[in-house]
């Protein structure tokens, strides 16, 4: 079944502790990115990815770090999670031709709470 | 940069009405692309349709349909006979591609939430 996971799906954290969120698709796709959620304010992009080592801020990147060393994942790091990052958290994927963007493919989401 | 409005934050509508949701955008770009999401309660993002720039023709798919309007920077979403189904956070997103490696960031409206009423 083609599909986006992501771990933990819920978490609890203290402020200033690190964490990350990973995320994975098995469709070989090669667009990958993160957004978080927030009441209000819709879905908003913190960082993608065009393809392996190929990243990029999206529009809400403080704080946050990002990595691609393989095509089927994407982790999403909190170095030190402030309580302004609890949010719900989602991963995409889609594939990718030579510049056009293609539907995305969601995981279930992180509720993320920083104390 | 880029921008996506989507004015109706709620709407309700009693069952079997047809709705409209709005959504805006701004762009600089002469190629882009809009997307239309649907958030039900249970929580996760579904695809509904892509459109790009070039491609004005509105779209049918069953009860749905979507009128795009680059004079107005418009893609707007009708759900005809509405059903309590149809009940979700809807959101519409905008692509655009920049730089030589074509990245491609994209930007959600707000969302609009619709209440569909038996």
């Known amino acids: 079944e083609a599909q986006v996971t992501q771990n933990p799906r819920y978490l609890i954290t203290v402020t200033g502790k690190k964490l990350t969120v990973t995320c994975s698709q098995n469709?070989?796709?090669?667009?990958m990115s993160w957004y978080r959620q927030d009441p209000g304010l819709g879905l908003r992009q913190i960082y993608y990815?065009?393809?392996?080592?190929?990243?990029d801020k999206g529009d809400v990147p403080e704080g946050y770090k990002v990595s691609r060393k393989e095509k089927r994942n994407f982790p999403l790091i909190l170095e030190s999670p402030s309580p302004n990052q609890t949010s719900l958290y989602f991963c995409?994927?889609?594939?990718?031709?030579?510049?056009?963007?293609?539907?995305?493919?969601f995981g279930p989401g992180t509720r993320l709470t920083v104390t | 940069a880029q921008k996506v409005t989507q004015a109706q934050t709620e709407i309700s509508v009693v069952e079997k009405e047809d709705v409209t949701l709005d959504c805006v955008y701004e762009?600089?770009?002469?190629?882009?692309?809009l997307f239309w999401y649907k958030q039900p309660p249970s929580g996760e993002l579904v695809f509904l349709i892509r459109?790009?720039?070039?491609?004005?023709q509105n779209e049918i798919s069953g009860r749905y349909s979507w009128n795009f309007q680059k004079s107005t920077s418009s893609f707007n979403f009708t759900i005809t006979a509405s059903q309590v189904v149809d009940s979700a956070v809807y959101f519409c997103?905008?692509?655009?591609?920049?730089?030589?490696?074509?990245?491609?960031?994209?930007?959600f409206g707000i969302g609009t939430k619709l209440q569909v009423i038996p």
């Open positions: 990815s065009m393809n392996v080592e190929v990243t």
């Open positions: 997103a905008l692509s655009e591609s920049y730089g030589s490696g074509g990245y491609q960031k994209v930007t």
């Open positions: 469709m070989n796709h090669e667009y």
């Open positions: 762009t600089r770009d002469t190629t882009y692309y």
């Open positions: 995409a994927s889609s594939r990718q031709g030579q510049g056009i963007p293609y539907e995305q493919y």
């Open positions: 459109r790009n720039s070039f491609d004005e």
